[in-house]
């Protein structure tokens, strides 16, 4: 045995995200809980949504440096309940976006079960634009549009600020 499950939940914590590699699974909050019993590390991993092609690389990359690290049974399961948010995205997270010029969510907005953690059931769809005003994460002008609800990523929209005239991406709330 290595260490704690403190001590796996910091190695888990650090790995990149494969997408926003500025950002770490802990950043973004979809490493949910890293628990050590009988001498395996399980670590749960709750993905941006179920689709999410980055599921196995996330999973094969937590798997692998808590094996760098020493612990030598592993094991990375998918938590899809209560269902990941924009809104887990950490303080620390939502500036490292801002640093990277991509301009980060605005509040989520409460969902049901969100202030527990607990699932309630289903959570209504707002099909409609989420938020009015994005923050250009170049200048932090207002004056910004979209050009294109769909970006690099599936989390992503492209975004243009008509101050500075730079494009940016932006998470999408969730």
Not at 18 to 30: F, K, Q, V, W
Not at 46 to 74: H, I, K, Q
Not at 92 to 118: D, F, M, N, V, Y
Request: net charge negative.
């Amino acid at each position: 045995m290595v260490g704690t499950a403190s001590a796996a939940w910091e190695v888990a914590a650090a790995v990149p995200d494969p997408e926003l590699p500025m950002l770490t699974l802990a950043d973004l909050g979809i490493l949910a809980e890293v628990s050590e019993q009988d001498g395996t590390v399980t670590a749960w991993i709750t993905p941006t949504y179920s689709g999410c092609p980055a599921v196995a690389e996330m999973a094969a990359d937590v798997d692998s440096r808590l094996r760098a690290a020493g612990y030598g049974e592993v094991a990375v399961r998918l938590r899809l309940d209560p269902p990941w948010s924009t809104d887990r995205i950490s303080a620390e997270g939502l500036r490292k976006l801002a640093e990277a010029g991509i301009a980060p969510p605005g509040p989520a907005g409460a969902h049901p079960g969100q202030s527990t953690g607990q699932s309630t059931g289903p959570t209504a769809l707002a099909l409609g634009p989420t938020r009015r005003a994005v923050t250009c994460p170049q200048c932090g002008s207002t004056d910004t549009e979209e050009l294109s609800r769909f970006g690099s990523t599936a989390c992503k929209s492209l975004w243009r600020c008509r101050s500075c005239r730079e494009p940016f991406d932006r998470i999408k709330e969730i």
